[in-house]
Nanobody, 115 residues
Framework: QVQLVESGGGLVQAGGSLRLSCAAS????????MGWYRQAPGKQRELVAQ???????NYADSVKGRFTISRDNAKNTVYLQMNSLKPEDTAVYYC?????????WGQGTQVTVSS
């Protein structure tokens, strides 16, 4: 059974930092493309950052220079370091694992940035 378990969300003031973690089980983690998505109230879910099995990364324009995605294949974990947080970063953040036809989601973790 595949599980993606996010942690690290919370309430932070604007300008602060948070680090999200997503621990995966039930998949051959090192082969999977891992991503972080977010969904704010009343908005569609959007890609924040992703990292391939070969460690290539890409970011949404809105987070470039502030967020960093990384992975630890020994721990089956992907991270999202979020710095210089803004109120518009407030959303539920979801972990995603994707490979060919396989596509898995975590349950989400709330990030709230106060002004």
């Amino acid at each position: 059974q595949v599980q993606l378990v996010e942690s690290g969300g919370g309430l932070v003031q604007a300008g602060g930092s948070l680090r999200l973690s997503c621990a995966a089980s039930g998949i051959t983690f090192r082969f999977f493309h891992m991503g972080w998505y977010r969904q704010a109230p009343g908005k569609q879910r959007e890609l924040v950052a992703q990292i391939t099995g070969g460690d290539s990364t890409n970011y949404a324009d809105s987070v470039k220079g502030r967020f960093t995605i990384s992975r630890d294949n020994a721990k089956n974990t992907v991270y999202l370091q979020m710095n210089s947080l803004k109120p518009e970063d407030t959303a539920v953040y979801y972990c995603n694992a994707r490979l060919l036809n396989a596509n898995y989601w975590g349950q989400g973790t709330q990030v709230t940035v106060s002004s």
